[in-house]
């Protein structure tokens, strides 16, 4: 959920509006009830969810807050709201409307690697800090040729060798857990590369925070 005034959590006439395009609005009609949910912040209160067709919802947002009844922003109780959501594992951050949910993956050869295993046991279980950081594998690009543009899946899961993509889960230690070949967006480094040209070559530490001086700083 995707609000501005997050203290409408505290109010009982708050509801969850939803809109047209949203996956429980099939079949339901404008200001029907499709649903409810427990609200974490009052106990004992449940929260309707209602489909809502005359509003204007926040740019990219498909379910936000709403209250059957005018009320003024109240930023002590925002705060605090916040800190309890926080606390619960529940968000409780401001947020970019433009950007929520955006994948930070790519489907590419190279790229700084994602370090997570997936496991048929366990699921995906990131791997242990003593076999940082992953080290990409070396392709045979001879082979790429035959690669087809129409799959989607990431190059390196039909390239890798099997002793790179194939290794034991780092939390049940069965073999045949398989790594994740999606490999991370250049907006994750390049925010911080400069930090580099100041530091030591080292595999041990992505840049030395203490020789960081004012002059190396982008802006």
């Not at 009830?33 to 498909?62: H, K, M, W, Y």
């Not at 366990?122 to 045979?140: F, R």
Request: with cysteine.
């Amino acid at each position: 959920i995707f609000t501005p005034y997050p203290e409408l959590f505290c109010t009982p006439k708050t509801f969850i509006g939803i809109s047209r395009q949203h996956w429980l609005s099939d079949g339901k009609k404008h200001r029907e009830i499709v649903g409810q949910i427990r609200n974490p912040f009052l106990a004992g209160e449940r929260i309707d969810i209602r489909l809502i067709e005359d509003e204007n919802f926040p740019p990219s947002t498909q379910a936000t807050l709403f209250i059957a009844s005018e009320m003024l922003p109240d930023d002590n109780k925002r705060t605090e709201v916040l800190e309890k959501a926080r606390s619960m594992g529940l968000g409780g951050y401001y947020t970019s409307r433009s950007y929520r949910d955006w994948l930070i993956s790519r489907q590419r050869f190279w790229g700084t690697p994602i370090p997570i295993v997936h496991c048929s046991n366990c699921g995906p279980v990131a791997v242990s800090d003593q076999d940082l950081p992953i080290q990409l594998p070396s392709i045979d690009y001879s082979k790429i040729s035959s690669y087809s543009s129409n799959d989607i899946s990431s190059p390196l899961k039909n390239f890798a060798p099997n002793d790179w993509l194939n290794v034991k889960c780092p939390k049940c230690q069965t073999p045949g857990a398989i790594r994740e070949t999606d490999t991370c967006d250049t907006f994750f480094d390049s925010s911080w590369y400069f930090l580099r040209y100041f530091t030591d070559p080292s595999d041990k530490k992505p840049f030395d925070k203490i020789r960081l001086r004012p002059v190396d700083c982008y802006i």
